[in-house]
Nanobody, 124 residues
Framework: QVQLVESGGGLVQAGGSLRLSCAASGRTFSSYAMGWFRQAPGKEREFVAAINWSSGGTYVADSVKGRFTISRDNAKNTVYLQMNSLKPEDTAVYYC?????????????????WGQGTQVTVSS
C-alpha cells in the first residue's frame, strides 16, 4: 500500500524559506510521477510542482516558478519542495501526491495517492 508522509511545514516570515519532504513507501516508485499541490482556506486545490521519478523531468506552476524547486532522492524514496522567497499568499496546506502512470501533470485527478498534508504559514 502506497504511503506518502509530508513533513517540513511551519511558520515563516515573508521572504523566508522552507523545505518540504515527502517520504514515499509501499511500492517501487521508479515509474511514478510525484506532485505537490496546495490548498488555502476557502480555495480550490492548486498545483505547485511535479517530477518524474525516473527521468527527473519537472513541471512547475507559473505562480511559484523561480521561487520553488522540486527534486527527489531516489535512495531515500523522498521528494522535496524547496520554497524560497515565500509570500503570505503561499500560506496553505501542502499535499504530496503520486501518479503511477508517471505523467508529470498539473491536474489533481491524475494522481491516485495523497499524503495527509503539511501546513505552511507565511506571515507578513
Amino acid at each position: 500500500q502506497v504511503q506518502l508522509v509530508e513533513s517540513g511545514g511551519g511558520l515563516v516570515q515573508a521572504g523566508g524559506s522552507l523545505r518540504l519532504s515527502c517520504a514515499a513507501s509501499g511500492r517501487t516508485f521508479s515509474s511514478y510521477a510525484m506532485g505537490w499541490f496546495r490548498q488555502a482556506p476557502g480555495k480550490e486545490r492548486e498545483f505547485v510542482a511535479a517530477i518524474n521519478w525516473s527521468s527527473g523531468g519537472t513541471y512547475v506552476a507559473d505562480s511559484v516558478k523561480g521561487r520553488f524547486t522540486i527534486s527527489r532522492d531516489n535512495a531515500k524514496n523522498t521528494v522535496y519542495l524547496q520554497m524560497n522567497s515565500l509570500k503570505p499568499e503561499d500560506t496553505a496546506v501542502y499535499y504530496c501526491a503520486a501518479d503511477p502512470q508517471g505523467v508529470v501533470a498539473g491536474v489533481a485527478v491524475e494522481y491516485d495517492y495523497w499524503g495527509q498534508g503539511t501546513q505552511v504559514t507565511v506571515s507578513s
